[in-house]
């Protein structure tokens, strides 16, 4: 048998390829002509090598006077304890005056459109204008009736 010094493999009649023992064997054949390689994985899962040690987290000291109490219970923003959801930042008596503000006519002459009243109306009762035109549809807070507003 002559040494190989050239081969093309451009359109090999046959190749496998076989993994074992942390080696990968690649063979080729073409024409009658048998190539067969060898050669070492080297992978993060197969090393042995020593790794260095985890590094360990050290817990922060906090300051007792650091830590914040957090929101109250029934603050805006927390869970509410009935049903589990949001509390709401309105309540009943600020929708009332949200819906008055959204039928007085000499109020909502003063902005250029709609939208611009209600970001102003959002802005006073710290919610988005969005919200507020929720309100202004019946999509939110539709229970709420401006006749049943008491002094």
Known sequence: MEPLSQLDVTAPDHVSVITRDGKV???????????????PIRSPWLDDSPRPPLQQSVPMIVKKEDQSKGKPVGAPGTTHLRYRGPVPKL????????????????????????????????????VTGCAIGNIARGIAWSQVKIADYKS
Do not use: P
């Open 25 to 39: 064997t690649i063979s080729v054949l073409k024409d009658g002509t048998s190539v067969t390689l060898g050669f």
């Open 91 to 126: 309540n009943v008596r600020s929708v009332r005056e949200i819906k008055q503000l959204i039928n007085d006519s000499s109020f909502m002459s003063n902005f250029t459109s709609k939208t611009q009243a209600y970001e102003a109306i959002g802005n006073r009762y710290n």
